[in-house]
T-cell receptor
Framework: DTGVSQDPRHKITKRGQNVTFRCDPISEHNRLYWYRQTLGQGPEFLTYFQNEAQLEKSRLLSDRFSAERPKGSFSTLEIQRTEQGDSAMYLC????????????FGSGTQLSVL | AQSVAQPEDQVNVAEGNPLTVKCTYSVSGNPYLFWYVQYPNRGLQFLLKYITGDNLVKGSYGFEAEFNKSQTSFHLKKPSALVSDSALYFCAVRDIGGNNRLAFGKGIQVVVIP
């Protein structure tokens, strides 16, 4: 497999702008997760897809955040009206099948909001 | 909620010496525990998991972890550390909800000194 791919690797934006990140999971992985990681902390769960259905959203995910996974393949995470507190590494992970499976992570998108 | 605690910020060890990275957990029900490693500019990589069965779990790169129910611990170990083991290590527990999402600890930086 080619691994989980995330684009872009880095994004610098001004406060109030909208940004969109893309994640391409490992082919045929039906589960896709978004996490956020800030300096000195572990990843925090944001949202989860099984195929194209978004089945869970963390309370960390405010109304400014939206995620999609059309056709159950790649996923996008959009942040509207960015705030400085949104600055973080956004990680995507995927897994396959059912039950307790290991997650495969991408290298992340580092967002800096100025 | 399920959670893990990683009590140290950094562990320093000489190359060739045994390495232990500590993790304790707090769960309701059976714990499903994981270790992931993060190298600079790389995504998190799965090392090993404990679901049930043998308390000693063997994983990638010569790592193993010991599940201790009475001490609610899941420490990661390696008999002989390599300089290339220098990285950020995360303990994680499967969170409540059944969708395979994980709750991570804050991570421990391991520095292996040549």
């Amino acid at each position: 497999d080619t691994g989980v791919s995330q684009d872009p690797r880095h994004k610098i934006t001004k406060r109030g702008q909208n940004v969109t990140f893309r994640c391409d999971p490992i082919s045929e992985h039906n589960r896709l997760y978004w996490y956020r990681q800030t300096l000195g902390q572990g990843p925090e769960f944001l949202t989860y897809f099984q195929n194209e259905a978004q089945l869970e959203k963390s309370r960390l995910l405010s109304d400014r955040f939206s995620a999609e996974r059309p056709k159950g393949s790649f996923s996008t995470l959009e942040i509207q009206r960015t705030e400085q507190g949104d600055s973080a590494m956004y990680l995507c992970a995927s897994s396959r099948g059912q039950g307790i499976q290991k997650l495969f992570f991408g290298s992340g998108t580092q967002l800096s909001v100025l | 909620a399920q959670s893990v605690a990683q009590p140290e910020d950094q562990v320093n060890v000489a190359e060739g010496n045994p390495l232990t990275v500590k993790c304790t957990y707090s769960v309701s029900g059976n714990p499903y525990l994981f270790w992931y490693v993060q190298y600079p500019n790389r995504g998190l990589q799965f090392l090993l998991k404990y679901i049930t069965g043998d308390n000693l779990v063997k994983g990638s790169y010569g790592f193993e972890a010991e599940f201790n129910k009475s001490q609610t611990s899941f420490h990661l170990k390696k008999p002989s550390a390599l300089v290339s083991d220098s990285a950020l290590y995360f303990c994680a527990v499967r969170d409540i909800g059944g969708n395979n999402r994980l709750a991570f600890g804050k991570g421990i930086q391991v520095v292996v000194i040549p």
